[in-house]
């Protein structure tokens, strides 16, 4: 039956799909994109009454989260009626009828794509992102775009000058992290069921943290790209290229694993796309009830490296006492980190084409983030940027014979949760004054990215301010499938989703 068609009412939703403790209708933003799934393949609810749905939502409390930066109502209703078509012909994907945002760095076919810059303020690309392409051929709905820091150059706030702040659901007055902040709130608020990030440096998995989802970063080459990060005509928007990584930002583990499905696998225009060696579908997966046999290591100072917030350490080691109560070994063990900030900022530089960069802003430089000014503005040296790539050697090979001696390792997502609108990172962490809060936030995260490794943030616990705090976790180049299972072990023991609706 259809529960709300042409009425506009509300009623109370008694389908026997609906996850237990859910009664309204209303509810139905925060159910998972698999639930969803299920009730429209048994055609209980329509994929347009889903999207009239969550614009409705859109337009009664994006005012005050504004996590989405181009809405195009006509094409999502659009999209939704052909949708309904193929569900009355029998013919479902994956993620039938599931409306998903797409962080404003993605390329979408006849959707505004800005990157948050005054730039590309007009683009309207001409063709769809590999990501969006499957994600349309699995029977997902493009919802808009979701705001972005501009070229993703800050994994502390979402801001830019063409869209504003995106603030977190959990408290409109911090931030929820960058870059892929906008995605993140999305889902936090129940705004969109799914949404897709983008992590050159933590972009995912600190934004994740910050807003209480899950988050993950899958191995390097594991979901292609392009033309993002991978077309030089478009500068600004191909930087990244060695370190951007597609991922999942869910409310579930599960709901994660499923986006990635849809979204992996080869592509010949992405170079770096990884032909062989992916593990099977993510979502097909069996819950570890248990994880007996695993050693995990842990640290929340990776070498005395990085400063904590107590509350965020103390919520952090009652979790990994959480993993060792499922049957884990675990250990106070980290790896080798041999390329410092320093040595990471300056590989972002390699790959952002300063030259061509620099040409293209002409005319907006007065509009660009001062974080971009100041690495295209920087005279590097050969010798900084040689030693910045010999040091990324070294890291891999200290990771990989880490994860010879261990199955994962798991850290603090961020050090601190999350911080005051256009606070660029605290002055001090654990009462020591920090000389460059803003990069304190990525500590635990851009090694990764420098790497490739899988990793992944999950709940973990809420600060006393009522603000939620992520943990974590990491493992060997193509081990997606166990990151995926520890989160799940441990969301499905210990973790409970949040749902709420935010002030507006």
């Known amino acids: ?21 859910f009664r309204y209708m209303n509810e139905i933003a925060f159910l998972e994109a698999r639930d969803l799934v299920s009730l429209v393949h048994a055609k209980e609810l329509s994929p347009v009454e889903i999207s009239e749905y969550f614009l409705a939502r859109i337009e009664e409390h994006d005012n005050s989260v504004n996590a989405f930066s181009t809405v195009d109502r006509d094409s999502v209703v659009e999209q939704a009626k052909e949708s309904e078509r193929a569900q009355m ?17 993605i390329f979408t076919k006849g959707l505004r794509t800005t990157g948050g810059s005054r730039m590309y303020a007009d683009l309207v690309p001409t063709e769809d992102d590999v990501v969006v392409e499957r994600l349309r051929a699995a029977g997902a709905i493009i919802l808009g775009k979701t705001n972005t820091a501009e070229f993703g150059f800050s994994a502390n706030q979402t801001e830019n000058e063409l869209f504003g702040a995106t603030r ?19 889902v936090a608020a129940g705004l969109c ?38 077309d030089p005509k478009f500068p600004g928007l191909s930087a990244w290229e060695a370190f951007e990584h597609i991922g999942p930002i869910a409310r579930s583990v599960a709901d994660g694993a499923l986006l990635v499905d849809v979204m992996s696998g080869p592509d010949r225009r992405d170079r770096h796309s990884a032909q062989h060696g992916m593990p099977a579908r993510l979502s097909g997966l069996s819950r570890l009830d248990n994880l007996k046999g695993l050693r995990i290591a842990w640290s929340t100072d990776w070498d005395g490296a990085e400063l904590v917030d107590p509350e965020v350490a103390d919520a952090f080691k009652a979790a990994v006492e959480r993993l060792s109560e499922l049957g884990a070994t675990v250990v106070n063990a980290s790896p080798h980190r041999a390329v410092a900030r320093e040595q990471f900022a300056a590989l972002v530089a390699l790959e952002a084409d300063p030259p061509a960069f620099k040409k293209a802003m002409q005319g907006y430089e007065d509009s660009i983030n001062d974080r971009v000014l100041q690495m295209l503005n920087r005279e590097w040296t050969l010798g900084e940027l040689a030693a910045a790539v010999t040091s990324r050697k070294a890291m891999y090979l200290a990771f990989t014979d880490f994860f010879d001696r261990y199955d994962a390792f798991v850290t603090p997502t961020v050090p601190f949760t999350a911080m005051p609108l256009g606070q660029e990172g605290p002055d001090r962490i654990a009462g020591q004054k920090l000389e460059a809060p803003a990069r304190a936030v990525i500590g635990f995260c851009y090694p990764f990215n420098v790497t490739g490794h899988p990793a992944a943030s999950v ?17 060997k180049s193509h081990g997606d499938d166990l990151v995926v299972q520890i989160a799940a072990a441990y969301e499905q023991a210990f973790t409970h989703p949040p749902q709420f609706i935010p002030a507006g």
């Open 459 to 475: 709940p973990c616990g809420v600060s006393a301010d009522n603000l939620p705090i992520g943990m974590q976790i990491v493992s």
């Open 168 to 186: 977190n659901p959990w408290d409109l007055a911090t931030s929820p992290g960058g870059s892929s902040g906008g995605s993140a709130a999305a």
């Open 193 to 230: 069921p799914i949404a897709v990030g983008s992590d050159g440096g933590g972009s995912v998995r600190v934004p994740s943290s910050f807003c209480g989802v899950f988050g993950l970063k899958p191995t390097f080459g594991r979901i292609p790209l392009f033309p993002g990060c991978r």
């Open 89 to 105: 012909a029998g013919q479902m994907g994956d993620l039938h009828g599931v409306p998903v945002g797409i962080k404003d760095l």
């Open 1 to 21: 039956m259809w529960l709300f068609k042409e009425s506009g009412v509300r009623p109370i939703f008694d389908g026997p799909q609906l996850p237990k403790g």
